[in-house]
């Protein structure tokens, strides 16, 4: 066979085994021909192959975001932008959704994301009575960057049947101003919200074609996908890939903002399970939310806050809920997953766990746990003896970091998303972003992982960083085997799948300081060049 296309004069980065360096590497039929020396990879040239001169930059296997909602930033894509870097006040929130209201006919949704209060002037959320002043004649819903509160007005209250009397959910909270519901929802409250606020088909399928291109440009050709509008959005994924719209490869986690378990248990009568579809589009594990947020906060942790000594964080589920659906699935073949942040939910996921790898042993269950961002050695050892997956957001360091020590003290907030003692305990930790929580930016979460220096500079648990080399590996290989698709990509090796990417710089070269400042020039799925950045 020989090659369609030739990559050479630069370090081919393998992430093979042995972690080679090689100096070329040829394609053919949307697959990896051989990787070796320039002299060995020309020999497998005809007339017709194609030759790409890296000039001294890396080429590296596809980057593998393990944990990223795609329908949900690609929703976000045409909402209201309210993040930080967008925004400093509630003033300049309430601007944006006027302009949005002036160019939305009256009654239709408003739906805005990001806004992180603590960054804002006011120091506090924004509230009903601010969005009905924005926005009197529509719904309107912001979502807080972390995905579990959001600011909502009067009559997206209305819509989703929240009345002045009504109390929360269990595992939910409203914020109440002088004994009024504020507009402010937290966890299962702001689920009611999700439900109320779901986007049109039509809307998800554009929203997911719009995503793709975002997530090839920046060097991403895989995504586990972690949910967020439910067979909704399956069926928009599989619609854009029909349609020729998606451009990376996903792993499709079965998961809803909105009525998750009716979700999961309609999933479990079908009779399929992890690993139906094929290397596009593939289900992945059901999970389940048992949680909060690391940035909120409202994650569930052992001992209380030490920003607010009352608080403990909020558990979404009983146990004996989560034991049943973690036991009634893996008995049926799926892979399991939980969003567990603090150290009491991981406690718990892993318990459930333990319980039902008990009662039906399976060798190779590849379970994981999203996030598991507080651990203790004790939680990390019951990890690796069941061979658990830890997906953790080394890039939640740069923007929350600073949260994470006034919020849990300098212990606990230090070692959030321990990799160094993940890898030293012998797990297989897969790397991602959680965005739109966060950026998907890949290199400025490779560069996290390395130096673990959050945006103001101070360093977040420094005896938690991790090589170049070990952090490549977390976005490329071990996202691979997360997924049970090691033997496919991953790596540059023979047979596997040609998911490429050509780096700005030469990454093995960079200083640790500046591979943030590194970008995709070219990203390569199925042989096919999808994204090539222009020439400055």
């Not at 506090?124 to 002043?133: A, G, I, T, Y």
């Not at 049970?484 to 093995?508: M, N, Q, T």
């Amino acid at each position: 066979m020989k090659a369609e296309t030739i990559f050479f004069g630069g370090p081919v980065v393998t992430v093979d085994r042995n972690d080679r360096v090689c100096g070329a590497a040829a394609v053919a039929n949307g697959v990896i021909l051989a990787a070796g020396t320039e002299e060995e990879i020309r020999r497998l040239a005809d007339d017709n192959t194609e030759f790409i001169d890296l000039k001294g930059r890396s080429l590296i296997p596809g980057i593998i975001d393990s944990h990223e909602h795609t329908a949900v930033r690609g929703m976000n894509a045409a909402g209201v932008d309210c993040r930080p870097e967008a925004v400093r006040s509630i003033a300049d929130i309430k601007e944006r959704v006027r302009e949005a209201a002036a160019r939305t006919p009256k009654g239709e949704w408003i739906r805005g994301w990001g806004y992180n209060d603590t960054m804002l002037a006011e120091g506090r959320h924004p509230n009903r009575w601010d969005l009905d002043e924005a926005a009197p004649d529509h719904p309107v819903s912001l979502t807080r960057v972390c995905v579990h509160i959001s600011a909502n007005n009067s009559k997206a209250l209305e819509a989703a049947g929240i009345r002045e009397d009504a109390e929360p959910p269990e595992g939910g909270a409203f914020e109440r101003k002088d004994g009024k519901i504020s507009g402010v929802l937290f966890e299962n409250a702001h689920m009611l919200m999700q439900k109320a606020a779901i986007p049109s088909q039509d809307e998800m399928v554009e929203a997911m074609a719009v995503v793709s291109e975002m997530l090839v440009s920046e060097g991403i050709t895989t995504v586990h996908d972690s949910g967020g509008y439910g067979p909704g959005q399956l069926a928009a994924m599989q619609a854009a890939r029909e349609q020729g719209r998606l451009r990376m490869r996903l792993y499709a986690m079965i998961f809803s903002f909105v009525d998750n378990l009716n979700f999961i248990n309609d999933m479990l009568k079908a009779g399929i399970h992890t690993g139906f579809g094929d290397d596009w589009l593939r289900l992945g594990p059901m999970k389940i939310m048992i949680d909060g947020s690391s940035s909120g906060p409202t994650a569930a942790t052992r001992e209380p806050y030490t920003s607010n000594p009352d608080s403990s964080g909020i558990m979404s589920m009983k146990q004996e809920e989560i034991e049943d659906i973690v036991l009634r699935a893996h008995k049926a073949g799926w892979q399991l997953t939980c969003h567990a942040v603090g150290d009491r939910a991981v406690e718990t996921i892993i318990g459930a766990y333990e319980k039902a790898l008990r009662a039906y042993p399976r060798e190779d269950h590849r379970h994981r746990v999203e996030h598991c961002a507080m651990t203790d050695d004790g939680l990390l050892k019951r990890a690796a003896d069941l061979r658990i997956v830890p997906v953790p957001q080394p890039v939640f360091l740069y923007e929350f970091g600073d949260g994470y020590l006034r919020n849990y003290g300098e212990k606990r907030g230090g070692r959030m998303f321990p990799c160094r003692s993940e890898l030293d305990f012998g797990l297989i930790p897969a790397g991602s972003s959680d965005c739109p929580i966060t950026w998907s930016n890949p290199f400025l979460n490779l560069y996290m992982a390395v130096n673990r220096k959050s945006q103001t500079g101070q360093t977040i648990g420094g005896e938690e960083r991790i090589t170049i080399r070990e952090a490549l590996r977390m976005f490329t290989i071990n996202g691979a085997y997360a997924s049970f698709e090691e033997d496919k990509k991953g790596s540059i090796e023979p047979g596997k799948l040609a998911d490429l990417v050509v780096l700005s710089r030469d990454l093995y070269h960079t200083p640790d300081e500046e591979i943030r400042d590194i970008k995709a020039d070219l990203t390569m799925v199925g042989g096919k060049i999808v994204f090539q950045r222009d020439e400055d």
